[in-house]
């Protein structure tokens, strides 16, 4: 087995110097090293705590959360949580569950974590290429791993706080550069239409199904960071990718100019893609997963600008992104349109009151049958728009 370097200051905290909490998140740090073979830990900038919704923890994470006392030492974001804390009444969120929420977030202010509630903190806070962090989320993960070039593991919610509390993390894995490269060579032919975000969602879902847990290699597209945002997240719910690499897109596809000779390649159609966007019947429209960005809400409200919708819709950012588009948001909600932060489609216990969901999100896709018991359904934004408003 190998041993892991301590230094004196972890030596401390493993002595107990620091309190029993750190003492014990800074046992399950060492623990993880050792299962997966770290060397040593290194320090992180942020952290991106899961496990923050009472839908998924429950009463025994509640209970594990209360039972903890320390505070986080470097900039904690936490993930999004059952419903929207400002406007949970309005969103229809049944009181026993938002008090249960509440204490479930008491418990992580407690601890000095942010109560951003956001899969995408790098819209509010700096993240930089190179940049050690131990984020949880996974769609989170992929994305600075990939389209920023930080460095992630996909942490379990207890692994991220404990990183959080202690300010390290287990050298390993995706924080190494000889593990980042690529295994499986990915050649798309989009034919002639032009890809939207969902067209790159659809594609993350269909290739997270063939590649499982190795890092692909794309080639034959070039998208934007909104499609790029998708396509990571998408293939981290249907696979187990925290890491992609674009070529000529993103940042270590073109620092390194990987050479993928030899590597298993497998090519995607258009057809393969396509024929996920099925028509079918919804009862209700909800989009921004991942969180929306600053241009995903200006194109709602583009989309919706002089139109009612007919069919519950929600929209999903990051309290920090609302607050700095406040006029577009508001011109989203003329329309009827509900734009939410802190919850998603997926964790708020709210859309389980619908039969059939559409979404713009090959994530959401994927996770909507299980998470809400409905089906889901594919369509690009515009159609999204137009099915909530006939
Ligand atoms: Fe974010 Fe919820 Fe989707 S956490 S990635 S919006 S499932």
Known sequence: MICMYLDPADEAILAGEQGETRQKMLEILVALGKVFGAERLVPIKSAQVSGASYKTIGEHGLAWLASLDARAVVPAVLNPIGMPRGRWQEMGVDPAFAEKQQAVIAAYERLGVRLDCTCTPYYLYQTGYGDHLAWSESSAVSYVNSVIGARTNREGGPGALAAALVGKTPCYGLHLAQNRHPKIVIDVNTGTREWSIAHYGALGYHAGKLVGNRIPYFRGIAPDKDRLKALGAAMAATGAV???????????????????????????????????????????????????????????????SGKTVKKPMYVFAAQGVIDANLTVVQAIELSGARVYADTCMVVSPVMEQYSAIMVNSGKALAYVPDMCGAVARIGTIEECVAVATS
Do not use: M, Q, W
């Open 242 to 304: 925290a890491l992609y690499h674009v070529e000529g897109v993103t940042p270590d596809a073109k620092r390194y100019r990987y050479d993928c000779t030899g590597l298993e390649t497998i090519t995607v159609e258009a057809s393969d893609i396509e024929r996920l966007f099925v028509e079918i019947p919804v009862d209700a429209v909800a989009v921004g997963c991942p969180h929306c960005s600053s241009a995903e809400l200006a194109t709602i409200a583009r989309l919706l």
